[in-house]
């Protein structure tokens, strides 16, 4: 096979998507739809060590794990696996120098990235074929700009990440919390791994406290154990009048995830959270500043948005948000002070106008 789009299945594709978490999420519709349609072409993604444990027990896919903390013996590592592999075709799925080096290792004929448009860091020095330029797209709908490159018409909106092998039960019982998981409980996932995205302890805990004063309901908060995570979560619990359920850093991700899946709705500024989210069906109630939401909102939850991107745009850059490139980012501590107490609770009523218990 040497052109594009393939008249016939593949044997073979490698998929090149190390991080992050919310890309991983995005990228599986994708991963899906190939899967589908294309039911005997085998499957091998490099993907990141940390994003690995999320998605490891997706049948029908050779992983290739790369553990960046390893540095150059990483690549030596990725090198050995592939030297005596060949594919039918690389998808060249995300725009960093890092992914660019190990694209040099994958022998194929056809290595398909981003079109020269979009392709940051250079990317598009390292493909010899290119997806459609396409403007103003979300980011799922931009990597199916790969499918449809390779001959394939349909978007399947699927992700179906297997959560089998972990218990809620268990994961309550190692942490000794009480919550009653066949109930209905809402999570508030207060942080981004990008600092600026975060909104403040104290609108959080106006929420958490206007949530389990008007409806009764359980909140949980969920993040990683980073020292700004845990810093959020001891101050929202602090500021709450009343009781709140502090998970951050006591779950892994497969944990994390079965928790959203049962929970009722989501809070969550621009994260990996409120895409694992999606990815399990569960409305978020996505607070945006620093981000166009229209490019990387929850995909599934558009009309739960509250959208602050277009005030926060006007104030950096005194121009109207139609005026600035897609992807810009307003990346100020004060962006997402633009978001009100008053207009997350307002939104959370009209969900649960729309989604009662």
């Not at 390893?70 to 890092?98: E, P, V, W």
């Not at 992914?99 to 079109?115: A, E, H, P, Q, Y």
Request: charged fraction near 20%.
């Amino acid at each position: 096979m040497s052109a594009l789009p393939f008249k016939q299945p593949p044997k073979n594709l490698c998929l090149l998507r190390l991080s992050a978490i919310g890309d991983i999420c995005h990228t599986l519709p994708v991963v899906r739809t190939l899967q589908k349609n294309w039911p005997q072409t085998k499957l091998t993604w490099i993907i990141g060590k940390t994003e690995y444990q999320l998605v490891n027990e997706i049948e029908g896919i050779d992983f290739i794990v790369f553990d960046k903390t390893k540095g150059i013996k990483a690549y030596r590592q990725i090198y050995k696996q592939l030297k005596n592999r060949s594919f039918d075709a690389l998808l060249h799925m995300q725009m960093s120098f890092r992914t660019s080096l190990i694209n040099l290792m994958v022998k194929t004929n056809i290595k398909l990235g981003f079109d020269k448009q979009r392709a940051k860091d250079m990317q598009w020095l390292f493909t010899n074929y290119k997806i459609p330029y396409k403007a103003q797209q979300h980011v799922i709908d931009s990597f199916f700009g790969f499918s449809e490159t390779l001959g394939i018409a349909e978007h399947l909106y699927q992700w179906d990440i297997p959560t089998d092998s972990v218990s809620l039960e268990t994961l309550l019982t190692d942490t000794n919390i009480k919550l009653d998981i066949n109930q209905p409980y809402i999570v508030i996932s207060p942080c981004s791994s990008m600092a600026y995205r975060n909104w403040n302890a104290e609108g959080y805990a106006a929420v958490a406290d206007a949530i389990a004063q008007q409806y009764r309901l359980p909140v949980v908060l969920t993040g990683g154990s980073s020292n700004i995570e845990r810093a959020m979560a001891e101050t929202i619990c602090w500021r709450a009048k009343s009781p709140l359920i502090n998970l951050v850093g006591k779950t892994a991700l497969k944990q994390l995830l079965l928790l959203l899946k049962q929970a009722h709705c989501v809070i969550s500024p621009d994260s990996g959270p409120a895409h694992m989210a999606t990815a399990v069906n569960t409305p978020v109630i996505g607070l945006y500043a620093c981000t166009n939401p229209d490019r990387a909102r929850p995909y599934l939850s558009e009309q739960w948005l509250v959208n602050r991107y277009p005030q926060a745009i006007e104030k950096k850059f005194s121009r109207p948000v139609e005026s600035v490139n897609w992807g810009t980012r307003v990346r100020d501590s004060w962006a997402m002070e633009l978001i009100k107490v008053e207009d997350v609770i307002t939104k959370f009523k009209q969900f649960m106008q729309a989604n009662p218990v």
